[in-house]
């Protein structure tokens, strides 16, 4: 802990022990009385995982959080801002099987362990609505929702190849396994295991996730609008069916390429596609074994490995030929493993002049490659200006097979009957108007996003409400019989084994048919924890609702969130989720918005010695680094360190010159009251412009997120101040009280202890978090500037006009930036340098 200060300042400890219980007993931040008239904003944090004490990293999140809500406090609105737990999931089961200790026990130890840091760190939350996601009466609300899902077609189980980690022993949803196929969880890398599973078909709600997200650009850090794009991942295009020679049912490919129909020499279908085992279904010997021997080597394959591009291509004839619908012709069908079985159709029409991959197939199988798309034709009918040295488009390089480059680019069609001679673009227009007139094709779209695999076989998690009867019919359990409750552990092996050790409750598994009575089996999974968050933003609305999982009527007001902070780890799967099931319960006339969260901002990580923060890397957990720093300095330090946005290393967060900052700011408060018969030598406005320049750039800069900015600017101000203060008695004292007052204001956004007691000392009741914001003087905004003279070796070389209350340091560095000062010095070395601030800076040359 910080010594007292020498001058007999509090210490941050002891300004903490002052305030803290003084708030809790006023009840600050309640948000919900129904006569509240101010208007409303919903600020959210995401809520934690309760896997451990929070440590300095966790606390950036919150900071930014609290900035924004006691900001808009101060502005006048009735603030929302709740806090919860997302306390079900592998993190805690983990560490609970690692300590032998039943996950409830350690998941609510962790929790009451959090709950009191965030109560120390003073995080303005409204402690009324606090919520636990493995609470019976908010996991209830899941699997009503599941029934909800479940009765509009939107909840289904199917067999299916799932990722599998080998080391947590779970299914994991695609968004978990990392670009490199290790888990993004244990690091393991993932296998592909075929279980019957639980799904959410967010395919239906593609297209409205993809054009929704217009709503959200400008409020909603870009970066995130583009990866959700990407990972919906729509492409236009058409279906084209093929017949297959000796078969009924025609292979029907996804193309986003219909214009190069007649340049397809072969077709493709995954191995791991049941087309493909239909198709050697019957094959003589020659086929039918490499076939599965090749099929053996795919399962092993992550998908990562399999689209890499460089890859050396293999595959294996299937000794079946489709026919090309437009010209007859014969294709041979093949097996590759560069063909997704679970992307389009599964089945792929190869055009190797104008596909990369299937180019490199053919040429590895020695396959012909036909070129219908003359590139050196652009299709805007203008040949391009190639300057020297420049590489030559596509010209001269119209033999694929030989140079082994595709030629994916625009052109005019060629040895394609009639569309010959049409643009790309017009060209697909008019194959697609010709496939739909034959009935062999139809315009198509396809999308990179698959259903939400929402099934986990382990303990710590939503039961799924569902009653599987003995002749395999599914029976969903009547909504009045909720919650479906998690047995007791007593007796159960949690350890992971690739079957959910619900099974194993034998008393809790076995129940007779809702239906009629009949002996039946409950389904044994768990949800995915992503369930559990894509909603609870709802449920802080009426937390103690027993009737509903939230009060429409409550959501009405409040409604969607204003703004949501948090980490950018969630730009994927927490968003897209929560943007989901919020249109799904839109369709359902339960809430009247289609989107979720208005704004978003996505804080930077908070990194130590340039990797993510963690306990086992040495992180600083909050509740010492609050005993060493202070809640204000910390967080004013985290808030100075950058842009938000940023990454941010702990190493450049200096706690200790904050809690400097920190003192000198309150010594103002201590001047201005200890002193009363001290009148200050303000006469002029050279204080109260700076002071109100201030309130006038605060709002902007807060709503822009530049926290950094507005400290910096704080910073000035006391600075300007304490040299008002130092300059000895004077004309008035208003101005000085004045930004003392201002400083205090604007420091209850992010040193609320700080700035509570300068509140006190300057004569005001508590809570200054709740009194509101001053606004600007006009007639002091009016930019004032003296004119500063730069001299080099004597002679005038530049006038400056600066403000007048400019610091010395700042104007010696604008005279040394003055282009015509810059080039005067030229070479030169320079030697003495006077600085007299407005209105001078003399430089002397060696
Ligand atoms: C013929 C063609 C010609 C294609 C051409 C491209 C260029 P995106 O944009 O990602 O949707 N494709 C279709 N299904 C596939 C699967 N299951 N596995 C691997 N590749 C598949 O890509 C669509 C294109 O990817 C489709 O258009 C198809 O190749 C391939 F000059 O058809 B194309």
Redesign the pocket.
């Known amino acids: 802990m910080a010594d007292a200060e020498p001058d007999g300042l509090p210490t941050a400890q002891q300004l903490q022990e002052k305030w803290l219980p003084r708030w809790d007993e006023l009840q600050l931040f309640r948000s919900s009385q129904p006569e509240d008239k101010r208007p409303r904003k919903y600020i959210l944090d995401m809520f934690p995982y309760p896997s451990g004490d929070l440590h300095v990293g966790h606390s950036e999140q919150y900071m930014l959080g609290d900035f924004l809500a006691r900001y808009w406090r101060q502005r006048g609105f009735n603030v929302l801002h709740p806090i919860g737990w997302d306390s079900f999931g592998l993190p805690a089961e983990n560490a609970a099987i690692k300590r032998g200790a039943d996950p409830r026990q350690w998941t609510y130890d962790n929790i009451a362990q959090q709950r009191e840091t965030f109560h120390r760190f003073g995080v303005s939350f409204d402690w009324g609505r606090v919520l636990h996601t493995s609470d019976p009466e908010y996991y209830r609300w899941n699997q009503w929702l599941f029934l909800q899902l479940y009765r509009r077609g939107l909840a289904y189980r199917k067999d299916s190849w799932v990722n599998w980690d080998p080391v947590d022993q779970t299914v994991l949803a695609n968004e978990q396994v990392l670009p490199d196929g290790t888990s993004d969880r244990s690091g393991a890398v993932v296998e592909k295991k075929k279980l019957t599973q639980w799904y959410f078909r967010i395919t239906a709600y593609a297209d409205r996730l993809l054009d929704d997200l217009k709503q959200l650009e400008g409020t909603w850090p870009a970066k995130v609008l583009a990866m959700q794009r990407n990972w919906i991942?729509r492409?236009n295009?058409a279906e084209v069916d093929f017949p297959v020679e000796g078969r009924d049912e025609p292979i029907t490919?996804?193309?986003?390429?219909p214009d190069?129909l007649h340049?397809?020499t072969f077709m493709v279908v995954?191995p791991d596609a049941d087309l493909a085992a239909e198709l050697v279904e019957g094959a003589p010997a020659e086929i039918a074994e490499p076939f599965a021997a090749y099929l053996a080597r795919v399962r092993s394959t992550t998908e990562v490995e399999r689209?890499s591009a460089d890859r050396v291509k293999t595959g294996v004839f299937l000794g079946r030929y489709a026919i090309n619908p437009v010209n007859g012709e014969r294709l041979p069908i093949w097996a590759a493993d560069?063909?997704?079985?679970?992307?389009?159709?599964?089945?792929?029409?190869?055009?190797p002049?104008?596909?990369q991959?299937?180019l490199d197939f053919a040429r590895a199988f020695d396959l012909p490659v036909r070129v219908v798309v003359d590139t050196t034709q652009p299709a805007t009918g203008v040949i391009p200006t190639i300057r020297p040295g420049e590489p030559v488009p596509d010209l001269g390089s119209l033999d694929p097979k030989a140079t082994g480059v595709?030629l994916?680019g625009e052109g005019r069609l060629t040895a394609s009957g009639s569309l010959n001679g049409l643009s790309k673009t017009n060209a697909i227009q008019r194959i697609i108007k010709d496939l739909e007139a034959a009935g062999t094709g139809r315009a198509a779209k396809?999308y990179?996003l698959r259903d939400w695999l929402i099934s986990r076989q382990r303990f710590w998690g939503t039961p799924i409400p569902i009653i599987h009867a003995a002749d395999g019919t599914e029976i969903p359990v009547p909504e009045d019989r909720l919650p479906v409750l998690l047995p007791d552990t007593e007796g159960l092996d949690l350890k992971p084994k690739g079957t959910s050790p619900l099974g194993a409750a034998e008393a809790w598994v076995n129940v007779p048919s809702p239906i009629d009575g009949s002996p039946a089996r409950r389904d044994a999974d768990t949800m995915d924890t992503f369930v559990d968050s894509s909603w609870y933003f709802l449920r802080f609305l009426s937390p103690h609702d027993d009737a509903r999982p939230f009060d429409p009527a409550e959501a009405e007001k409040w409604a969607p969130v204003d703004q949501y902070v948090g980490g950018v780890e969630h730009a994927i799967l927490h968003l897209l989720y929560a943007r989901f099931i919020t249109k799904v319960l839109f369709d359902m006339g339960l809430v009247h918005f289609t989107e979720p969260f208005s704004a978003l901002l996505n804080q930077g990580m908070v990194l130590s010695g340039g990797q993510k923060m963690s306990k086992s890397r040495g992180g600083v957990d909050l509740g010492t680094a609050i005993d060493t720093w202070g809640v204000d300095a910390i967080r004013v330090a985290m808030a100075f360190a950058g842009p938000p946005e940023d990454a941010i290393n702990w190493e450049d967060v200096h706690p200790a010159g904050s809690m400097k900052f920190l003192a000198r700011a309150l010594r103002l408060a201590e001047d201005v009251t200890s002193r009363p018969d001290v009148v200050w030598a303000t006469g002029d406005d050279s204080l109260r412009r700076p002071t109100h320049r201030l309130l006038a750039d605060a709002p902007g800069l807060v709503e822009a997120f530049k926290f950094n900015v507005l400290i910096a600017r704080v910073m000035e101000l006391t600075n300007a101040t304490r040299k008002a203060i130092d300059s000895g008695p004077g004309a008035a004292d208003a101005a000085v009280r004045e930004a003392t007052e201002t400083i205090a204001l604007i420091l209850s956004l992010v040193a609320p202890f700080t700035a509570e007691e300068m509140w006190e000392r300057l004569g005001y009741p508590p809570p200054v978090a709740l009194y509101g914001w001053r606004k600007a003087d006009p007639t002091l905004l009016v930019e004032e500037s003296v004119t500063a003279i730069v001299q080099v070796d004597g002679k005038v070389r530049a006038r400056l006009d600066v403000p007048p209350t400019i610091t010395a340091e700042d104007l010696e560095r604008l005279a040394r930036g003055n282009d015509v000062v810059r080039r005067a010095l030229g070479e030169k070395r320079i030697g003495r340098v006077v600085v007299r601030a407005p209105k001078v800076v003399s430089i002397a040359t060696e």
Request: aromatic fraction near 8%; charge should be neutral.
């Open positions: 991942g492409s295009g490919v996804f193309t986003t390429r190069t340049g397809a995954a689209l560069y063909v997704l079985a679970d992307y389009g159709t599964g089945a792929i029409m190869a055009v002049a104008h596909d991959r299937d595709a994916p396809n990179r």
